[in-house]
C-alpha cells in the first residue's frame, strides 16, 4: 500500500529555516510528480511548489525565492527547504504524489500525506 509520510514540521521564529521531507514507500517504482501544498486555518488547500521526475519545479508567487523544492527518486523522498520564513508561512503542510507506479503493479494517480504542522511566530 502506497503511503508518503512527512516530516520536519515545527516551530521557528520568523527570519528561520526548516526543511521538510516526505518519504514514499510501498514497494514504489516510479512517481511521476510530488509536491508540496499549505493549508492554513480557514483557508484553501494551496500549492506551494511541485517537481516532476526529470527536476521540472514550479513554486507558487508568494514562496518563490524562499523555499527550494528537490528530489531523490532513488529514496522515492522530496524535500522542501523553506528559508526566510514569515507568519503567513504558517499552516499545515502536504505532501502529494501523482502517477505512483508500485513494483506489484498498483498504480496510485493522486496521493496525499497526512501533513506536518508549520507554525512560525515570536
Known amino acids: 500500500q502506497v503511503q508518503l509520510v512527512e516530516s520536519g514540521g515545527g516551530l521557528v521564529q520568523p527570519g528561520g529555516s526548516l526543511r521538510l521531507s516526505c518519504a514514499a514507500s510501498?514497494?514504489?517504482?516510479?512517481?511521476?510528480?510530488m509536491g508540496w501544498y499549505r493549508q492554513a486555518p480557514g483557508k484553501q488547500r494551496e500549492l506551494v511548489a511541485t517537481i516532476s521526475s526529470a527536476g521540472i519545479t514550479n513554486y507558487a508567487d508568494p514562496v518563490k525565492g524562499r523555499f527550494t523544492i528537490s528530489r531523490d527518486n532513488a529514496k522515492n523522498t522530496v524535500y522542501l527547504q523553506m528559508n526566510s520564513l514569515k507568519p503567513e508561512d504558517t499552516a499545515v503542510y502536504y505532501c502529494r504524489g501523482n502517477e505512483i507506479t508500485t513494483r506489484d503493479g498498483e498504480y496510485v494517480y493522486d496521493h496525499w500525506g497526512q501533513g506536518t504542522q508549520v507554525t512560525v511566530s515570536s
Open positions: 510501498g514497494s514504489i517504482f516510479s512517481i511521476y510528480a
